[in-house]
């Protein structure tokens, strides 16, 4: 099994009355999600499922990857429990992921997603900057094995790394 950790691009605060939940992505983040979309492409990923929180800066940073890597957006899922998730939410959420799918893409939130990749591949991220993808293989056979310390790192990458 290949996960993929997203964290949403960039998002504004230009408009102080909307909720944090409904808080759309700023210009920055309209840009990185479709480079970040065209970086994972380049690397030949293709998700099974892309399932995202509802909070409007994940979803759409979803679409725009989605657009992207060929993925039919009516076939993204939402689940209300990523927003703002802690690493036992984000379990509980991939270990009711039907086996079918082998390359799981998640869409979410810091800090969450941070603790929940180091706990997962054994690693020391500090921050997964926004649009940041983490991924790695998991040493599991279903997705109702997933646990700390079951995957092990593959990559990690963020629009503003020089790397690429």
């Known amino acids: 099994m ?8 960039k998002s504004s605060w230009e408009n102080p009355d ?7 992505l700023n210009d920055r983040g309209r840009k990185d999600a479709p480079r970040m979309g065209k970086r994972l492409k380049e690397r030949k990923i293709v998700p099974d499922l892309m399932l995202s ?10 679409k725009d990857i989605a657009s992207v890597l060929g993925y039919d957006e009516p076939r993204i899922k939402k689940d209300q429990r990523i927003y703002h998730a802690d690493e036992d939410e984000l379990i509980a959420v991939l270990s009711e992921i039907s086996d079918t799918h082998k390359a799981v893409m998640l869409f979410g939130h ?22 940041g993808v983490v991924a790695g293989q ?17 990559f ?3 629009p ?3 790397k690429n």
């Open 2 to 9: 290949t996960l993929y950790l997203v964290r949403h691009a």
């Open 110 to 131: 810091n800090p969450g997603f941070t603790y929940f990749a180091n706990i997962l591949f054994n690693t020391h991220i500090m921050n997964i900057p926004t649009c």
């Open 160 to 162: 503003k790394n020089k």
């Open 156 to 158: 990690f990458d963020f």
């Open 138 to 154: 998991l040493k599991i056979k279903s997705w109702e094995e997933i646990r700390a310390g079951c995957g092990e790192l593959e």
């Open 53 to 62: 929180s509802p909070a409007k800066r994940a979803l759409t940073t979803c």
């Open 18 to 24: 909307l909720s944090d939940f409904d808080r759309p």
